[in-house]
Every structure is written in structure tokens, then in C-alpha cells.
């Protein structure tokens, strides 16, 4: 299954027509209860509840006070943590992974609105979000981030884009409970041009369920929690620029 075009979600208002054997046109879509997905703690719920925090620092692939060595200590952390920016200089900032993904293993938020001149959506329509932090995958195979065998991670303020080998986000087997919020995804972080990945900007893949992708529409910060979603290709390259969110292989109530 698969969203089409360009879209700001709030996480409720469409979901598309099934139809995996035809790609080209796109399905018209319909609307979608909110009673399908069972009601996830708020991302300040869980920032309350963080037991370690690890700050990226700088812009490297790896080594210290990079994104690669936080989420690798966040890994081996027990308990949700927070992974926070402080990059020093005028943003945005791009950090280019180029000797792997970045795979989550454990419970934690990585909040790119922690970066200093940060800010997030106030707009009904549109956005005026401002993001600092943009990840850029250069010839790595796989989800940009992926989020594998735990539940409750949250990612919310990046600009994300994985142009040679994945989506943008995988959360893949048996993982739940995600939240993925106020980022941009296939688009760079000043919002001035569509880029996209080489696949869904965010796949849902074997038996993982109940994850929100954009606002609860609890009536709180539901504009700064809307993700903008355009240009991502599918796994095929039958339906180019359009593959936004895909959910394949037993996933269910997203």
C-alpha cells in the first residue's frame, strides 16, 4: 500500500486504495477512523520519561559527538533516551552517512528541534518549520534510519533523505508504538526543493503495528506534528516520486 504525491499528514485524514498489482494511476484516497490505531503516548510523555541523553556535537559520519555515536551508546542504554543537537555555527546542518545506516534498537527520541534556531510548524496550511538538522544517505543499502525489534521510538525534526539504496525511515519487523513527526521527508531542510529517496520516504514492513506517521490530532501542537512527504521513489521504480509512505507484510493499524 501506498500514499501518493506531495502531502503534509496529520496522520488521520487519508489512507489509500489498496491495489499492490497496479501502481500508475494513483488510487483516488479515502478517509480513515482513528479508532484503528490504539493511542500512543505524546512525545513530551515520553521526553518526560527519558533516563540518558546524548548530544550530537558536530557533523561527522562517526566518532564522538556524532549522530552515528549517539545512537550507538542510545543503543546501548537501557530505557527510552533523548538524543539532542547542539551543533555549533548557522544552520541547517547536514550530516552525510556514508559508511552505514543508522539502526535503533532501542526506545528513544531523536528530537532535531533540540538544535539551537530550531522551530516547529504553527501553520493550518503549509509550513513554516524551521529545521537545522538534515541526514543525507550517500550509496548505503537500507532505511536511512530503521527502526528494528523494539517498540516506542520517536524521530521528529529532520530534514531525511536517502537517495542511493532505501527509504528514508524503515520500521521493520515486529516494531511498534513509533512516532515519526515535524520532519521533512524528501524535501531539504530550508523547504525549498523536493530531492525525495530512492524509496518510500517511510515503509512500514513485517507485523509492525500501531506506529503514527504525523499528528495524533489530540488538538495539541497537532500543526508542528504534521510531517511534509514528497518526491520519494517505491522499491520498484513503477511509480516514481510518488512512493510516500508504503506498508507491506502484515502490518497493521498505522
Known amino acids: 500500500i501506498a500514499t501518493t504525491g506531495a502531502i503534509a499528514l496529520d496522520g488521520w485524514q487519508v489512507v489509500p486504495t489498496p491495489n499492490l498489482a497496479d501502481h500508475w494511476p494513483p488510487q483516488r484516497l479515502q478517509s480513515r477512523s482513528k479508532a ?5 503516548p505524546s512525545t513530551a510523555e515520553r521526553l518526560r520519561a527519558v533516563r540518558a541523553t546524548f548530544t550530537v556535537t558536530n557533523t561527522a559520519d562517526n566518532g564522538p559527538g556524532s ?7 542510545a543503543n546501548s542504554s537501557p530505557g527510552p533516551d533523548l538524543i539532542d543537537f547542539n551543533i555549533p555555527g548557522p544552520g ?9 545506516i543508522l539502526s535503533i534498537g532501542e526506545a528513544v527520541v531523536i528530537d532535531g528541534y533540540t538544535q539551537p534556531g530550531a522551530m516547529m510548524n504553527t501553520l493550518p496550511v503549509g509550513s513554516n518549520a524551521v529545521i537545522q538538522i ?3 544517505a550517500l550509496n548505503l543499502a537500507g532505511g ?3 527502526l528494528a525489534f523494539h517498540s516506542g521510538s520517536t524521530i521528529r525534526g529532520l530534514s531525511i533523505i ?3 539504496g532505501g527509504p528514508g525511515i524503515e520500521i521493520n519487523i515486529s516494531a511498534n508504538d513509533h512516532i515519526i513527526e ?6 531539504v531542510a530550508d523547504g525549498t526543493a523536493v530531492i525525495g529517496s530512492s524509496q518510500a520516504g517511510v515503509v512500514i514492513n513485517n507485523f509492525s ?15 508542528g506534528e504534521r510531517n511534509v512527504i514528497a518526491g520519494n521513489d517505491d522499491c520498484c521504480g513503477t511509480q516514481p516520486f510518488n512512493a510516500n509512505i508504503q506498508i507491506f507484510n502484515g502490518s497493521n493499524n498505522n
Open 162 to 164: 536517502q537517495r542511493d
Open 144 to 146: 536511512l534510519f530503521e
Open 182 to 187: 515535524g520532519n521533512y521527508l524528501g524535501v
Open 67 to 73: 549522530l552515528r555515536a549517539a545512537v550507538q551508546a
Open 134 to 136: 538534515q541526514v543525507v
Open 36 to 40: 484503528s490505531r490504539a493511542a500512543l
Open 92 to 100: 541547517p546542518h547536514q550530516i552525510s552517512l556514508t559508511s552505514n
Open 209 to 223: 503495528s500501531n506506529n503514527r506517521i504525523g499528528t495524533d490530532g489530540d488538538g495539541i501542537n497537532d500543526y
